[in-house]
């Protein structure tokens, strides 16, 4: 049975920092492309980053220099720093695995105030 579990989300003011992190289990982690989507009330899920099983990073134009994706294959986890935090950013963020089959967690709720 798969599982991903983000964790980290939260109430946070404009300009501030979280990290949110998703623990996978039932997957061979180290083998699949992990990533970060988010969807705000009324919009399309929309990708955040993205980490390959490589470790090759990709970002939404929207967080570069922003937001930091990483993975850990010891501990079957990938991160995402957020710094600098605005409003915009506020949505429930979906942490992803990709190999032969694509993985969604439930999502963890991040709200920005301004």
């Known amino acids: 049975q798969v599982q991903l579990v983000e964790s980290g989300g939260g109430f946070v003011q404009a300009g501030g920092s979280l990290r949110l992190s998703c623990a996978a289990s039932?997957?061979?982690?180290?083998?699949?492309?992990m990533g970060w989507y988010r969807q705000a009330p009324g919009k399309q899920r929309e990708l955040v980053a993205a980490?390959?099983?490589?470790?090759?990073?990709n970002y939404a134009d929207s967080v570069k220099g922003r937001f930091t994706i990483s993975r850990d294959n010891a501990q079957d986890t990938v991160y995402l720093q957020m710094n600098s935090l605005k409003p915009e950013d506020t949505a429930v963020y979906y942490c992803s695995a990709n190999r032969l089959v694509t993985y969604w967690g439930q999502g963890t709720q991040v709200t920005v105030s301004s």
């Open positions: 980490i390959t099983n490589s470790g090759r990073t």
């Open positions: 039932g997957i061979i982690f180290s083998l699949n492309n």
